[in-house]
């Protein structure tokens, strides 16, 4: 997908309603295939977008896909979406400042993320990679528990049951895997909990989520899969990933997979739901493609000037997630400005406390190291440990004597 | 079940599963062909007709795939109990085994556990083409996290498997595939000792000959062998390869003064050298000679009319001993 494409799309449907589309569910509706389509690749995937909110803020209708939130709920999207993005920018300048080792920024992808967090249901599991902040948010995960690992005083550090959201998964695609076996689990269990896994464009090359798409597939699990297709693998764009439009993968797996605007949180919330519903219900997985933008660098640690076009980002920004629903808000007459001051107040709020709380994070005990490898205890890991000690210990002894000198 | 004088080890582990899963619910086969085949060596044999598809799983032959999501299970509250079809195809699921299975329970401090055994028939000595005779539990040894265990006989495989499967720990169990269907002694109502304690088979006092697996016959025939040249060779089955009973090959070094460490996998990077250096370390003074090993050379599985010569028989572990008994 190119900058052009992105646009021809924007510019041609007009945030009018499409009426072309025959009504059908959104499960047949995904699984049709576009072959054999005259128009080229790119009007195949125009005529796939889900979009329910223009970028220009106008709310559009899809045949497929419906929303109704009360002004509350969409106040509250929009909350979400900008504490999360200023909660992440927080964690952008602890890290330039040196109080965290690397950030991986979500900027860009927070309709994708609050959207699809804000679908779930208590009872629901999340498996994300290491980016999902915004559905941790929505989770209730305290967002100064996911700074930890990135500064490096521990792997993870919540717990993944409280809010039932995974640990952050490092290795690219592993956690679809365990999504799907816990998505069996729940099958077996007789619950109508879902389990949403979370991938990039990138984790879509990984044999991990191939795995995982046959076996959800062939045990008919309760699992969402949702890739954020933010068009860059660190330098790769996802024409280095894929032949075809990502969310046609799902077809050869034998379910669905729809391409939602990624930039649209109503859409996203809307898709995201519906799948989540498919899957309680017995249907099976089903494959969701956010299309949407990394504005920020992979994280800190990389230069994105290297390798993509400024004039690309700027075409982005036009079609920014929170920025649309703003605009939208104020032209319903949804917010004042009153509302809108207590939002950014409250962002202040969160920065300093996710400030305060990670300068004062302490390093770990030195032991530490031997917490936690085993659940029922190791001879060497107790032999090493002692060891260890003792030798700490060693300086203690040193440190006394010096000072009864 | 009752007491057996005598029962294969094949028939043993299937014993072990079975118990397993009439004793907790959770506990879970998956594998590929475990459910109608009963396995290509048969060890899951009549376990999904009498458990059923859900507990008895036929999964895709992706093992990659069987490994991740039994990992989900068991974030789920299952236990699963993978079986990988022959060693040298863990392979693709060694990522998720390394990075996800092995430290999961330290990333989430704790607060996770994920019970998964893997059995993986292992070693050679059957005549297979290549990929069906390694030994590659070195590989997975050096992982912190994961515990690794191999049965040598009936018993043990039957109390080693159960122990396995109800600890909170990830597993690898690797079953001496050419001793499946050797028979020996399995009383289902004795006292099993812990899962990583070592054994000694055979007393001795000259040398001690540490193995486990399927090699732990071959050192008893050569201790035996040695006894007629008036050799007494001390025989340590090692059950546990993580960790590592080293209190137990202390003991019998401090006594014997010698030690031979035998395994079907690659002397070099091996568990022998682990052994070795602890024993050592532990044992500097009583040493007569340096620690020896038997075991696999720096070479890819050969061929199987080849395997004879690879794999340490009779006579190499008796030129050890002899080598040892020199100094």
Redesign the interface.
Known sequence: MTVEGTAERKTARGGSKRTTAKKTTPAKKATQSKAGNSAGPDQAEQDQLVQLLTPEGTRVEHPDYTIDLSPEELRGLYRDMVLTRRFDAEATTLQRQGELGLWASLLGQEAAQIGSGRALRDDDYV?PTYREHGVAWCRGVDPTNLLGMFRGV????????SNNF??Y?I?IG?Q???????????Q??GADSAVIAYFGDGASSQ??VA??F??SA?YNAPVVFFCQNNQWAISEPTEKQTRVPLYQRAQGYGFPGVRVDGNDVLACLAVTKAALDRARTGQGPMLIEAFTYRMGAHTTSDDPTRYRPDEETLAWEAKDPILRLRKYLEAEGLVDDAYLAAIDEESDVLGKRVRDVVRAMPDPDHLAIF??????G????DEERAQFAAYQASFADADAAAEGN | MAVHEKITIAKAINASLRASMEADPKVLIMGEDVGKLGGVFRVTDGLQKDFGEDRVIDTPLAESGIVGTAIGLALRGYRPVVEIQFDGFVFPAYDQIVTQLAKMHARALGKVKVPVVIRIPYAGGIGAVEHHSESPEALFAHVAGLKIVSPSNSSDAYWMLQQAIAGDDPVIYFEPKRRYHDKSRLDTESIPDPLHKARVTRAGSDLTLVAYGPMVKVCEDVAKVAAEEGKSVEVVDLRSISPIDFDTVQSSVEKTGRLVVVHEAPVFFGSGAEIAARITERCFYHLEAPVLRVGGFHAPYPPSRLEDEYLPGLDRVLDAVDRALAY
């Open positions: 498996f521990n792997h993870g550090g919540w717990d993944p049951n995974h640990l998964t290795v592993s679809t895997l365990h999504a799907t076996g816990y998505a069996m689990g729940v077996k269990d044999g991990d795995e995982s046959t076996f062939v917490e936690n490898v085993y659940a029922d190791h001879a060497l890991v």
